[in-house]
Nanobody, 124 residues
Framework: QVHLVESGGGLVQAGGSLRLTCAASGRTFGHYHMGWFRQTPGNERDFVAT????????IYSDSVRGRFTISKDNAQKMVYLQMNNLKPEDTAVYYC?????????????????WGQGIQVTVSS
């Protein structure tokens, strides 16, 4: 089992920054992909970013590339999402995610574990 807990969300003005943290525990993550998704009311959960736990490969959605950065601390089992130049359309519940595979996926149906989610609100 894998347990994920997000923190760091909140309210920020457009153009501002936030850093989300995901604390992971449980099984070893050597070959897993960690990532972030987000969801707004009435919509599907959308892929944001992913990073391979055993390496440095990162993938971003087009909507956040150049503004968001995903990183990790293997020793602490933490995954971070640095969000800069935030826009009102970034407002969503953000979820930490784990895919127990060496192959990343952007579809939420391919995710094996989810955090409980954390609200990010960007005001205009």
């Amino acid at each position: 089992q894998v347990h994920l807990v997000e923190s760091g969300g909140g309210l920020v003005q457009a153009g501002g920054s936030l850093r989300l943290t995901c604390a992971a525990s449980g099984r070893t993550f050597g070959h897993y992909h960690m990532g972030w998704f987000r969801q707004t009311p009435g919509n599907e959960r959308d892929f944001v970013a992913t990073i391979h736990w055993g390496g440095t490969n990162t993938i971003y959605s087009d909507s956040v590339r150049g503004r968001f950065t995903i990183s990790k601390d293997n020793a602490q089992k933490m995954v971070y999402l640095q969000m800069n130049n935030l826009k009102p359309e970034d407002t969503a519940v953000y979820y930490c995610a784990v895919r127990t595979s060496t192959v990343y996926a952007t579809a939420p149906s391919r995710i094996n574990y989810w955090g409980q989610g954390i609200q990010v609100t960007v005001s205009s």
